[in-house]
């Protein structure tokens, strides 16, 4: 490979691993009034890596490339996309956007704290103005959305996206409404309160369990918990933590310790170059989703660890059975909260936001307007009344980002990971019987063969078909849920 290639391939990754690295600060340690320095060090950072990837020499540089391994054109493919993209956009909306960016998160956070989706609307504003431009500049073909979809979701188009989203949203209503008649132990948890030291040792123990490597790594927390990729031997997770929502920690490790087991599974060679990521958020979701909910919420893992989450909880949990430990983890309920959603609901909150920015997008919705079309639609989807903002529009941090486009990725991470699950059984007929004994090390390396050393090598639906013999599907996750929970709740699904 050109060695001018490799060197600026280095320098990028290397510049994104700190731009990762100051954005996960951001969100766990910045103290307050250094916002607008940070929003200014973004913004200046990303614009260096702009800059350099925009640089007419590394065109040249490309065009004399000579790759002599698969991994090296796959290199070469990857960078190429990615300056193509980057060149049609001009280096002062980059940094425009970046500084948006900044701002409007720490307005998020206080109009959050204060339930005040007016305070926030400005900055929304800005950045749906933005991306629209920078929409109008990778191009599209009269859909705004794709051009953005692409960001996450590579060679995924509006028009493939909203019908499977739709057939979602049809088969998960009427489930719900089933599955909302039948009646419901009261919560274990009711009334009580879980020490937040107690369940962060349980979630540090979680963790090495599932083969995360925290000598390569680490776990703090956040208001929302997110994983940030700075380079795959330092991979930083975040957690959030409750006293009286002790299942919102210890998923919150689960889910986000799935994306870090992706982010350490990358091939060592590939550490400074472009196969060092994921194809997509989507396929990155399905790791997540993977393990906090197939996984986490299966009978023979929690025969392992119930014995342990007592030790750590002996009064609340004293008496406790794993059929009613099993019911309260996966209790189906209209809930408001998106990341605190059960695996039958959660696709109905992606629906809602996907279907808000696309309006947004295409100019059919107001910004000023977004906060009662939230509600509407939370009550068309979930039959609930959104009695403040913190539980409706304002609860999700991508937006504070102008990430849209991202939403939907979550969605198909649940249908890549329904598949992979499925293939990763047939592979692995004893993955139970292990598990019972606390054993994950085979879903790890399945996982770790089949999706993780992959990297970018491929786009992500050629690695799930490889993987599971099938693409894009919602077969497989329709025909788990339904046997699922047809059978925890005692139903015909």
């Known amino acids: 490979m050109n060695e001018h290639v490799l060197t600026r391939m280095q320098e990028l990754r290397d510049l994104a691993g700190i731009i990762g690295l100051a954005s996960w600060d951001q969100e766990t340690y910045l103290p307050k009034k250094a916002d607008p320095a ?29 790759e002599t391994t ?6 070469v493919r990857v960078l190429r996309r990615e300056r193509e993209r980057a060149v049609k956009v001009p280096g002062r909306l980059v940094k425009a956007i970046a500084e948006a960016q900044s701002l409007a998160l720490a307005a998020w956070r206080q109009a959050r704290a204060e339930k005040n989706y007016p305070a926030f609307q400005p900055h929304v504003e800005t950045l749906v103005t933005l991306r629209r ?3 109008d500049a990778w191009g599209h073909d009269g859909e705004r959305y794709d051009a953005l979809l692409e960001v996450y979701e590579p060679g995924m188009k509006t028009a493939r996206l909203l019908p499977v989203l739709t057939r979602l949203k049809d088969t998960l209503v009427p489930i719900v409404t089933k599955l909302d008649a039948v009646p419901k132990p009261k919560s274990i948890f009711a009334g009580k309160t879980f020490d937040v030291d107690a369940q962060w040792r349980f979630t540090m123990q979680l963790l090495p ?33 409750s006293p009286e929502l002790p299942f919102s920690a210890l998923f919150g490790t689960l889910h986000e310790g799935g994306h870090g087991l992706y982010e350490q599974g990358f091939l060592p060679e590939h550490g400074r170059t472009t196969l060092s990521q994921a194809p997509s958020m989507g396929l990155h979701e399905s790791q997540s989703r993977l393990w906090e ?29 794993l059929d009613a430990m099993l019911h309260e983890m996966n209790r189906v309920e209209r809930t408001f909260i998106r990341v605190e959603a059960d695996e039958v609901t959660y696709n109905l909150h992606i629906v809602l936001r996907t279907e808000l920015e696309l309006e947004l997008l295409r100019g059919t919705l107001s910004t000023k307007d977004l906060s009662e079309a939230w509600n509407a639609k939370t009550k068309a989807l979930l039959g ?8 409706g529009v304002l609860q999700d941090i991508h937006w504070s980002y102008g990430e849209f486009g991202y939403f939907p990725t979550y969605a198909l991470g649940n249908l890549y990971a329904a598949s992979l699950w499925k293939a990763l059984r047939r592979a692995n007929p004893g993955v ?21 050393q992959h990297g970018y090598r491929h786009d992500a639906e050629t690695i799930v ?17 339904k046997a699922k929970y047809g059978a925890l709740y005692g139903v015909s699904l």
């Open 209 to 241: 369990a599932m083969g995360f490597d925290l000598d390569a790594g680490r776990q703090d927390k956040s208001v929302h918990p997110f994983t940030s990729n700075t380079h795959l031997t330092d991979v930083r997770l975040t957690t959030r933590l």
């Open 432 to 452: 139970d019987a292990e598990l019972e004994k606390g054993n994950s090390a085979p879903i790890l390396q399945w996982l770790r063969t089949n999706v993780h």
């Open 293 to 321: 909910n197939l996984v986490g919420r299966s009978r023979s893992f929690w025969v392992h660890w119930l014995p342990k989450f007592q030790q750590h909880f002996p009064t609340q949990l004293a008496g406790v059975s």
């Open 384 to 391: 609930l009344d959104v009695p403040s903002s913190d539980l």
């Open 133 to 135: 431009e920078q929409a």
């Open 38 to 66: 940070r929003a200014a060090q973004l913004a200046t950072l990303q614009g260096l890596y702009h800059e350099r990837l925009v640089d007419p020499r590394l065109a040249e540089w490309l065009d004399a490339a000579k």
């Open 70 to 75: 698969d991994d090296q054109r796959a290199m």
């Open 465 to 481: 078909t490889r993987a599971t013999g099938t693409g894009l599907t919602d077969v497989d996750f329709v025909e788990n849920l």
